[in-house]
């Protein structure tokens, strides 16, 4: 567990400079040295706490729960790779801005495919037991595979009964983001920021609902200091 004194030490400082308007590079790498932290506490705090400005915004925005027929723009690779993370053993947490982040496990690239159904299925699944009224999912096209991803998902929704489509993008993160017709299910800090829609944390109802996951809350970190 990376929650160690230094790394809550760590997490004060860095918080600290942030707040003070120093870039997130160096502050991390002077907190990092001075608590002699390993690659992966870095990682924690750099993926895991914001300034607390920017952390309130956001959090401000996150709904836990989703009304009847709710229509969702899903953040596609962001919620299967936070799932297939978690699945593959990689640490999770909840940022200062209240949405669940890995540290640092696999992106960009589906290493066991047969992970990755059993994600999409699972976050399938949720969606029609959170009966939402429609599911655009957005995968990012540079991803290896996209293309079959997109037709498994598609395949899964059909067989769910959950009405909703499969794009591919250049980027998730514009068609995510610029949404406005109900909530953008990520948690990806700079989409959550920039989103025109109420975020709703699909990956972390899923494991939350799904597995009974428990996650280390760095908000409580940094305000308990």
Request: proline share 5%; charged share 25%; glycine share 8%.
């Amino acid at each position: 567990m990376f929650l160690t004194p230094p790394f809550r030490s760590a997490a004060r400082d860095y918080r600290l400079l942030l707040d003070r308007g120093y870039p997130s590079a160096a502050c991390l790498k002077l907190v990092g040295d001075r608590w002699a932290l390993d690659k992966a506490a870095r990682t924690v705090l750099f993926r895991g706490i914001l300034p607390e400005s920017q952390s309130s915004a956001i959090s401000a925005r996150v709904v836990r729960t989703l009304p009847p027929r709710a229509r969702l723009a899903v953040d596609g690779y962001n919620v299967l790779f936070t799932l297939s993370n978690y699945r593959r053993g990689h640490p999770l947490f909840i940022g200062t801005d209240g949405l669940v982040r890995d540290a640092g496990g696999a992106h960009g690239r589906i290493q066991d495919q047969d992970l990755f159904l059993e994600c999409a299925g699972a976050a399938v699944r949720r969606l029609s037991v959170l009966g939402v009224a429609y599911a655009e999912v957005y995968l990012d096209a540079p991803v290896s595979g996209s293309g079959a991803h997109a037709a498994s998902l598609r395949d899964l929704l059909a067989r769910a009964g959950v009405p909703g489509r499969v794009e591919l993008a250049a980027s998730a993160d514009g068609p995510v983001r610029d949404f406005e017709d109900g909530y953008a299910a990520t948690s990806d800090s700079a989409v959550a920021a920039a989103a025109v829609s109420p975020i709703f944390d699909l990956a972390r109802d899923i494991l939350e609902s799904r597995y009974g996951a428990e996650f280390p809350d760095l908000g409580i970190v940094v305000r308990s200091l």
